[in-house]
């Protein structure tokens, strides 16, 4: 009887088994309802949070409508301001002699040309504007086909033929200025015209250019990086233009007189090089931001050179480098749009923002001081003769200044 007792024991282990079974799968069931019910209150949240987005989205939508709709009406507004500004400037620099405004136009000015001995030349600006220099007089040149503003200018040693590049501006039927179209002027047999194949180069506007003495070949530069390259008479983009950066705003551009070499600078001090033919990447000018160079010359063979631009920075490129002229400092606020050196680099001239004019002599650049030409127009291009006896300065409002026997003074109608 003993022997036969352990046999209950076995008989009760399937039933703990089933218990255990049982147990296990009723936790396993409990964890998966309660996975469940928090999945399904995470997808409900995730719906309403979806949702929310969606009017979120909606919201930003109308808000960038609203957007556009002010912004819109701050462009046309701007319009509105630029001809109540230039319609003051008439009322408010009048004569006292003869009560005329004593100036041809109050178009700006970005450019300059004269030949060799001065009698013969051309200024270029806003909205297709042209100026013509002989018989000592400037004269207004019309063309009311262009709305082109010209900021760089070329002609010929002798004046028989020229080109400018800038930009025109499209009416889009919002505000009359429009978007922004690469443009390019041809002069030949006595007239300017539009040159129409730029337009294919969108948006990109043309900040200078350089053409050869004889006008067979040349370059241009502008915004994107892009460059342009002219050979008989027609102009092109550089294929290679492709492999410099989108982001590159060229400004300023300089290129040997044989086409061999050159430079570019570009917004922030980026600078590419002109070597074979072909533009590369150079390296950039240490702690230069926010340049935004005007104007750049070099001595005939490329050995020394300067350039100028915004918050009165001049860059010095001597020994094969670029760098950060120190003798800057007390111009931090001074834009530079344009200089003049003479061949050998000894003395020279620069004009800008405000008249401003500054004079190279000496191995340094100082202020200009002159209570006679003391204007708060900006001052954008310059030419002087050879020997730098004789000059003149064109820019905002249709201002132009003239230099004889070492004295800057207005130009106008009276001259």
């Not at 200025?177 to 180069?201: D, P, T, Y």
């Amino acid at each position: 009887m003993m022997e036969d007792s352990p046999k209950p024991e076995k008989r009760r282990r399937p039933f703990l088994v089933l218990w255990l079974f049982v147990t296990i799968l009723l936790g396993i069931v409990s964890v998966m309802y309660m996975l469940l019910y928090h999945f399904s209150g995470f997808k409900q949240r995730v719906d309403s949070t979806t949702e929310e987005y969606e009017q979120i989205q909606q919201k930003l939508a109308l808000l960038q409508e609203q957007l556009d709709s002010v912004r819109l009406g701050i462009e046309r507004d701007s319009v509105v301001l630029d001809s109540l500004k230039r319609a003051i400037r008439k009322l408010s620099t009048t004569d006292s002699i003869n009560g005329s405004t004593g100036r041809i136009t109050d178009a700006t000015f970005y450019d300059i040309w004269l030949n060799q001995d001065g009698t013969e030349g051309w200024a270029v600006g806003e909205a297709g504007t042209v100026l013509r220099f002989e018989n000592n007089r400037w004269t207004e040149i019309r063309n009311e086909s262009m709305y082109m503003d010209a900021f760089a200018l070329w002609v010929k040693p002798d004046g028989s033929r020229g080109w400018a590049v800038g930009a025109t501006y499209r009416s889009d039927g919002r505000n009359d200025r429009g978007k922004s179209e690469c443009a390019i002027m041809q002069f030949e047999k006595g007239l300017w015209r539009e040159w129409q194949q730029a337009s294919e180069w969108g948006a990109a506007a043309l900040s200078d250019l350089w053409i050869k003495a004889d006008g067979s070949e040349g370059w241009a530069i502008g915004l994107a990086g892009l460059v342009l390259r002219m050979e008989k008479g027609k102009w092109s983009k550089w294929v290679q233009s492709e492999g410099l950066p989108r982001a590159l705003y060229l400004q300023v551009l300089w290129v040997r007189a044989d086409g061999s070499e050159g430079w570019a600078i570009g917004e922030d001090g980026e600078i590419i090089r002109l070597e074979k033919g072909t533009w590369s990447s150079w390296p950039q000018v240490e702690d230069v931001y926010e340049y935004a160079p005007s104007a750049m010359w070099m001595k005939a063979n490329g050995s020394e050179g300067w350039a100028v631009g915004n918050n009165g920075i001049i860059l010095r490129f001597a020994k094969g480098t670029w760098n950060r002229w120190p003798g800057s400092k007390g111009l931090e606020y001074t834009l530079i749009q344009d200089l003049w050196m003479k061949a050998d680099g000894s003395e020279g001239w620069a004009v800008g923002h405000q008249g401003a004019i500054l004079r190279f002599e000496n191995k340094r650049w100082r202020v200009w001081r002159q209570k006679e030409i003391t204007s708060e127009y900006n001052l954008n291009a310059l030419w002087m003769k050879a020997d730098g006896s004789e000059g003149w300065a064109v820019g905002e409002a249709g201002i132009i200044l003239r230099f004889e026997k070492g004295v800057w003074r207005r130009y106008s109608l009276k001259d």
